[in-house]
Every structure is written in structure tokens, then in C-alpha cells.
């Protein structure tokens, strides 16, 4: 089970995952790959398109990213139209503007109420959530 599947199941009612983009500027694709995850969660497929993305991020062309929203199951007139859709990008750039006020220099970067995750094991962020949740009771 992949690590946000169980800690959510760990913590239901106390922790929300929030997804913000951080295209790299080094990497050809990553701002259409991006506004492409943007796209497919409009369609309510963020993760199943994010998980085909990030395995093929190597293989990463326009084709490539239209032939992963077709194996998801995009509808592919709505994925076009939004692909051209300048608010998708200007969305993505808030989230790389935002990851930089932020600290982020890299991905994955992971924030537990605003401070930076090192450990990223499950124990990791087990150990933070437990300390924010203790922090709130106070």
C-alpha cells in the first residue's frame, strides 16, 4: 500500500494531503506534465494520471502525457481543451512560487502544518503527525 494510502488510513479524521506542484525547470516536461495533473484531477483522476506520469517521467513527450490520459480513461476533448487552458498554468506557477517562499529546492518535498519532513518513512511521518496532533491539544 503506497505511504499516503496508509497514513491516511492511520490518521482519517486528522490529516488532509494537500498536492502542490513544483515543476523543475531542468526537466523538459515537468510544467506540461504538470498542467496535465492539473487537468486530470478536473476530471477526478489526479492520482491514477500522477502515478502513470511519475512512472514514466523518463519517457515524458506530448504524446506520452496524451497516451497516459487515455489509459486513465480522460476524457480527451476535456484534457485537450484544459491542456490550452491558461489558468492551468498560471495555477502551477502560484504552486512553484509558492514551494519557493516555502523552502523547496527539490521533489518530493513533504510538509506536516508547515515544517519541512526529513524522514518520509511511514515511522517519519507517523512520529511528526503524533507530535502536531499533541501540539493542537495543548
Known sequence: MPLLEQLLETYPNEVKVVFKNFP???HKYAMPAAIAVVAAHQQGKFWPYHDKVFENYNRL???MLRQLA???????AAFEKSMND?????RVNQDGQDGQKAGVRGTPAVFVNGKL???R????FKQ???KE???LKK
Open 133 to 135: 496532533l499533541a501540539g
Open 117 to 119: 519532513l526529513r524522514n
Open 121 to 124: 518513512s511511514l515511522a517519519g
Open 24 to 26: 523543475l525547470r531542468m
Open 128 to 130: 511528526m503527525v503524533d
Open 70 to 76: 487515455a489509459e486513465v480513461g480522460l476524457d480527451m
Open 61 to 63: 513527450s506530448d504524446q
Open 86 to 90: 491558461k489558468s492551468l498554468a498560471a
